[in-house]
């Protein structure tokens, strides 16, 4: 599966973006796709993931009520609307999809999703 970021910039906060994944090859075999993002200097963190075959979506509870996660099965596209952006949400945003099944616990680790997208760079300023 091949994944390509689109959407990122720069934003003061307060404001909105909405990033897109889009998803190529075999991608009925990717259960969960997920966003994790690294801020600079920092690990890896997933923000928010959804399950391609039920929609459910789930969220880290620093963008909760702020993210939105979304897919759109016919163009085998996942979004993430990021709404009241903050500093501290300035980060590179990387969509990542797994290739088994995971449990809930493990739905935002970012070590168990195997194929990545390049990252796209979200700077959001104060």
């Known amino acids: 599966v091949q994944l390509v970021e689109f959407g990122g910039g720069s934003v003061e906060a307060g404001g909105s973006l909405r990033l897109s994944c889009s998803a190529s090859?075999?991608?009925?075999?990717?259960?969960?796709i997920a966003w994790v993002r690294q801020p600079p200097g920092k690990e890896c963190v997933g923000v928010a993931a959804?399950?391609?075959?039920?929609?459910?979506?789930y969220y880290t509870d620093s963008v909760k009520g702020r993210f939105n996660v979304s897919q759109d099965n016919a163009k085998w596209t996942v979004s993430l609307q990021m709404n009241s952006l903050k500093p501290e949400d300035n980060a590179m945003y990387y969509c990542?999809?797994?290739?088994?099944?995971?449990?809930?616990?493990?739905?935002?680790?970012?070590?168990?999703?195997?194929?990545w997208g390049q990252g796209t760079q979200v700077t959001v300023s104060s």
């Open positions: 990542a999809a797994s290739s088994v099944w995971v449990d809930d616990p493990w739905l935002l680790k970012p070590e168990v999703y195997t194929n």
């Open positions: 090859g075999y991608t009925y075999s990717c259960p969960f």
């Open positions: 959804i399950s391609t075959v039920y929609g459910n979506t």
